[in-house]
């Protein structure tokens, strides 16, 4: 990272950064898209989950729908569509 650091504040052009910029966005993506298949491979409907989101922050939910990159979870009654990155199982005792 500290050689990163270097190269990038040795960048004098707009278009090298740019460059810079889209490489880290793709590389972004690519990461969060394994992310999603790690999250999606181990969950399952009827799960219970905890959620890890601004307006629920550690709630305890069930999972009642998995889509391509969401899981509808029931919150104390409350449908929520929330992003399969921010779900994590509950460690049963």
Same mark, same amino acid.
């Given at each position: 990272?500290?050689? $990163?650091?270097?190269? =990038?504040?040795?960048? @004098? &052009?707009?278009?090298? $950064?740019? !460059?810079?910029?889209? *490489?880290?966005?793709?590389?972004?993506?690519?990461?969060?898209?394994? !992310?999603?298949?790690?999250?999606?491979?181990? $969950? +399952?409907?009827?799960?219970?989950?905890?959620?890890?989101?601004?307006?629920?922050? #550690?709630? %305890?939910?069930?999972?009642?729908?998995?889509? =391509?990159?969401? *899981?509808?979870? #029931?919150? !104390?009654?409350? @449908?929520? #569509? +929330?992003?399969? &990155?921010? $779900?994590? &199982? %509950? @460690?049963?005792?």
């Amino acid at each position: 990272m500290k050689t $990163l650091k270097q190269q =990038i504040s040795e960048i @004098r &052009t707009m278009s090298e $950064l740019n !460059d810079v910029f889209k *490489a880290a966005k793709a590389r972004h993506q690519a990461i969060r898209a394994q !992310d999603i298949a790690i999250k999606k491979a181990t $969950l +399952c409907v009827g799960q219970k989950v905890i959620v890890n989101g601004q307006s629920n922050v #550690n709630k %305890v939910g069930i999972i009642e729908k998995i889509k =391509i990159k969401n *899981a509808v979870v #029931n919150i !104390d009654g409350q @449908r929520w #569509n +929330c992003p399969l &990155t921010i $779900l994590a &199982t %509950v @460690r049963s005792a």
